[in-house]
């Protein structure tokens, strides 16, 4: 009896794992004017607008520029929800549905002086 259970039991679990969802962790850049060059930590990403998959909540290093235009550089933290939190992570990561966390991040660009 204890051994049905016990497999019951692993049985469940592997069925919670399986229909188990994700965390979809994203940041979108947009600049003024659009179709700046966007570099993420010295890996150039595309123009903007853009959006770019992020795995780790720290500091990322953003550099956007575009002809014409002075370029700017920046450092932004992405700071941890409080629900990805150990123990609730695990919790969260056993949901059977996804979670989308997105971050929003708009750069101006100031416009070189002309001589």
């Avoid at 890996?43 to 959006?51: D, F, N, Q, S, W």
């Avoid at 780790?56 to 290093?61: A, E, M, R």
Wanted: charged share 20%.
């Amino acid at each position: 009896m204890k051994w049905r259970l016990f497999f019951l039991g692993l049985l469940l679990l592997a069925a919670a794992m399986l229909l188990a969802g994700c965390i979809r962790s994203r940041v979108v850049v947009t600049s003024d004017p659009p179709g700046a060059d966007v570099t993420m930590n010295k890996v150039y990403r595309g123009r903007t607008p853009i959006t770019i998959p992020f795995t780790w909540y720290w500091y990322y290093d953003f550099k956007i520029q575009k002809e014409g235009y002075r370029e700017v550089v920046a450092r932004e933290r992405f700071r941890t929800p409080p629900w990805f939190i150990i123990p609730f992570d695990l919790i969260m990561e056993a949901m059977p549905f996804h979670i989308n966390d997105v971050r929003y991040r708009h750069y101006s660009l100031p416009q070189m002086a002309t001589e």
